[in-house]
């Protein structure tokens, strides 16, 4: 089923999400319903702090939006290291019309649950590092616009604040 994606600045997306005490069939769930949403949206990511759940779960799929090949379901994903440095231009999909150069680690390693309560360690490098970055600042309360600019994030606020003055749609 797909779930609605809450939009900055809905409060629930600079919640600290919650860990996950045991994958559960709701969670199996949630996940499923998360990857439906997330190729729908054309996404390459979501955490679940976006469809507005406050927990520490997480998919991906650097394959999408047209492929669809490498979906990667995450419970409690924490990055244990990183290294190097990239600047990627990134979106997100509960930001609107916005993308901006975010500078993050080259490579890094997170490590997590599967769906079957299974650790896993994932080592990342390229655009899979930078969206399991991506996902799990969400988890944090963190959205990448918090990573640009002053100047750009006061641009992209004064925008939201016209755009939610004005009944638009967010």
Known sequence: MQRKILKYPDPVL???????A???PEVRQLAEDMLETMYASEGIGLAAPQVGESIRLIVVDVTGPEKREEPL???????????????????????KELRSEVTRAETCTVRGLDLDGNAVEIE???????CLQHEIDHLDGVLFIDR???????????????????????
């Not at 990342?124 to 930078?130: D, F, N, P």
């Open 124 to 130: 990342a490098e390229g655009m899979k590092s930078v």
């Open 22 to 24: 045991a994958v559960t």
């Open 73 to 95: 379901v995450i419970v409690n994903p924490e990055i244990i290291c990183s290294a190097g440095e990239v600047v990627s231009d990134e979106g997100c999909l509960s930001v």
């Open 148 to 170: 640009i600019s002053r100047l750009k994030r006061t641009l992209y606020d004064a925008k939201v604040r016209k755009w939610i003055r004005l009944g638009r749609k967010l």
């Open 14 to 20: 600079k919640r600290k999400a919650e860990a996950i």
